[in-house]
């Protein structure tokens, strides 16, 4: 991983409102692909989606569904619950855009969606297949 993107994710953290988007762009560009090292953020990232921050659960959330582009292991199904429970939290700021996440990121875990008055949003894990939304 580079030093650039391990700044970015310690600048995630920052109370400078334009140091922190800038790390969010950074982070988020640097996995929009899949990569090799993303199980050297998982635990990290997993971790975060409990912060008191909402900035920071919101920008984890995003984050780990760019990581589970790179999660052979499957372990986003794991940690789905605690994923999924940031975007039911009322000061989650980028609801919008984690939801429209789920359906591009984690798309063989096994999702049954719903649809909410703000799309289709609210997976949950099933045994059964995946029913896609529109």
Partial sequence: MEEALTR???DVRS????????????VMEATDV???WAYELWDRVVADLGDVDNHVRAIAAQLLCNLAK??????????????LEVTRDS???????ACSR???????VGLRWRRSGRGWCGA????????AGP
Wanted: no cysteine.
């Fill in 8 to 10: 970015a994710l310690a």
């Fill in 15 to 26: 109370s400078d409102q334009g140091v922190q988007n800038s790390a969010y762009k950074a």
């Fill in 34 to 36: 899949p990569i090799a």
């Fill in 70 to 83: 790179s999660d052979p292991e499957r372990r986003i199904t794991r940690d789905f619950p605690a994923l």
């Fill in 91 to 97: 000061r989650f700021v980028r609801r919008a855009i």
């Fill in 102 to 108: 789920f359906g591009r990121s984690v798309p063989s």
């Fill in 124 to 131: 949950s894990l099933s045994a059964g297949r995946r029913r």
